[in-house]
């Protein structure tokens, strides 16, 4: 058994409001055993590897609860990215994965690929040919063929969403993505289109629930929102334009709504280059001023929350400043990218929080993030099951 002891300046761990100072994390096998002040942990092993990170606020490693691989939405026509040849698209993936990583970033929900891509990172990265965070994998979306996200392949009527449903399955995905209403980024349809059937809806989550597993939904609003609220589906992706009406029902049905904001205000996301496209840029701004209106009552309403960068690789810290800018108060932003986002992908017995029985995920910072949301952009050390990320090894 191969013991570490990490010292610090002061632990935060994701499991209430304090902050322990001068905390020491005792890790064993990549697992966290104890946690707390000194006084608190009684006697201790032969510990042979004892880090000194005493300059630095220690707290969970942050999880990006709803992206892409492949996808940089700077560059512009992200259906074009997708349709890619998978080797491009793989070769795409791994640096947008090193950002991640170095970002603070050990787990990420992946929202769909073409060619199963996701699902073989997967694998690679838990065999450790390559580096990453590790991966929670939809493999193909399931999209009408008149729908949001429509790339190299469809699925249509309630036999194609079956097939499509077990194939992702049987390769092995955690969930199924299911793009539910319009979106953003395409130049076709509205932001209220709904390109499924309650009948389409309802089988993608009878097939999920038949193994044991879940549908996380791109909806924005609308009658697509309604139809993931009736037939079970876990998430809500994106959400901008949420009614109080839904957001009940979704308090109620312990529904998880997972904000991704950067994309629409960052100058690097969709603006970089489709706002050249009319309706694009007309979504984009609507999309906006729905965030900027609504966002804060979502956050009053105690609907469960998660965060999440929809491929804008490395960026967790600006992620989190727009939250904290329409509402969030610093505690609640980095519980978003944190616990709440464990719980959201159903992982939190395994990260999410530091603490006796986790995996020894956790990112180190020169100054307090809950005083500063903005000391989030600068991590200064990831280190993933115990281990100090480092891509120059």
């Known amino acids: 058994m191969a013991y570490k002891l990490i010292k610090s300046r002061a632990v935060i761990t994701g499991t209430e409001d304090r902050i322990v100072k001068k905390g020491l994390i ?42 892409h691989l492949s996808i940089v939405p700077g560059e512009g026509d992200q259906l074009a990215q997708l349709r890619l040849p998978a080797t491009t698209s793989v070769l795409r993936s791994i640096p947008n994965l090193y950002r991640n990583l170095l970002s603070g970033v050990t787990t990420m ?33 399931l999209v009408a063929s008149n729908g949001h996200g429509a790339a190299l392949t469809v699925t ?3 036999e194609e969403i079956l097939k499509r449903a077990r194939a992702n399955l049987a390769r092995g995905a955690d969930f199924l993505k299911v793009f539910v209403t319009g979106g953003v980024s395409s130049a076709g349809r509205p932001l209220d289109f709904c390109g499924y059937s309650p009948e389409e809806v309802g089988t993608a989550v009878e097939e999920a629930q038949r193994v044991g597993t879940y549908v996380a939904a791109h909806a924005h ?54 706002f050249q496209v ?34 804008m ?26 616990r709440n986002a464990s719980r959201a992908c159903r992982i939190e017995d395994r990260v999410g929080t530091l603490e006796k029985g986790k995996l020894a995920d956790f990112i180190a910072v020169s100054r307090n993030p809950l005083e500063d949301i903005r000391h989030l952009r600068q991590v200064e050390g990831v280190y993933k099951e115990g281990e100090k990320v480092s891509l120059l090894q």
């Not at 609003?221 to 979704?250: K, N, P, S, Y």
């Not at 309706?279 to 001023?289: H, M, P, T, W």
């Open 26 to 67: 005792l890790i064993k096998d990549g697992i966290i055993e104890r946690i707390g002040p000194r006084e608190e942990l009684g006697d201790l092993p032969e510990v042979p590897e004892i880090i000194d990170l005493t300059k630095y606020y220690l707290l969970p490693a942050m999880i990006d609860a709803h992206t």
């Open 109 to 141: 929900r992946i929202m769909g690929q073409e060619h199963y891509i996701d699902i073989d990172l997967k694998k690679a990265i838990h065999e450790k040919q390559i580096q990453g965070p590790r991966l929670l994998v939809s493999g193909i979306g």
């Open 156 to 158: 249509d009527g309630r």
């Open 221 to 274: 609003g609308g009658r697509g929102v309604d139809l993931c609220i009736e037939h079970g589906v876990r998430t809500i992706e994106h959400g901008a334009f949420v009614t109080e009406a839904q957001l009940e029902q979704m308090i109620k049905k312990e529904m998880w709504l997972v904000g991704t904001f950067s994309i629409l205000f960052h100058p690097e996301g969709i603006e970089k280059t489709d």
């Open 278 to 311: 009319p309706s694009i840029r007309e979504k984009v701004l609507r999309a906006r001023d729905a965030v900027a209106e609504n966002f804060g009552k979502i956050i009053r309403s105690g609907v469960n929350l998660a965060v999440g960068t929809d491929s």
């Open 313 to 338: 690789h490395g960026m967790m810290g600006y992620e989190l400043e727009y939250w904290v800018n329409f509402g969030a108060s610093n505690a609640q932003a980095i519980l978003a990218a944190t």
